[in-house]
């Protein structure tokens, strides 16, 4: 599922603030990625790296002094661009298959043996 037009280009301008954010605070390759992601019409790798293990969140940023921002500032910068995304981002994956509903007289478990 494509996002809109309005929404892809707010997904890209988050994007391009991201890559700016991870290269004042000396992180060049998820810089890049970031940047890599304004070419993936799904966003589905931006999705997956939201949250979770080795998420964006993750990320520690030590930003240098000249970039004019204290660590504190550079991680609120981070968690609201995140935030951004997953907004922005929501709508573009596709959902899950609802699961079958259990008949009467059914249990989990008789779903889990088929």
Request: with cysteine; charged share 35%; hydrophobic share 30%.
């Amino acid at each position: 599922m494509e996002a809109s037009v309005s929404q892809r280009e707010e997904t890209i301008a988050t994007l391009d603030e991201l890559a700016t954010l991870l290269r004042q605070c000396d992180k060049p390759l998820q810089a890049a990625w970031a940047e890599e992601q304004r070419d993936d019409p799904e966003l589905r790798e931006v999705r997956r790296k939201l949250s979770g293990m080795g998420s964006l969140g993750d990320l520690w940023l030590e930003p240098p002094p000249e970039a004019g921002l204290s660590r504190t500032e550079a991680h609120a910068r981070l968690e609201e661009l995140v935030a951004r995304l997953d907004r922005l981002t929501a709508s573009t994956t596709e959902p899950s298959p609802p699961g079958r509903m259990l008949r009467d007289g059914e249990s989990s478990k008789d779903l889990e043996r088929g």
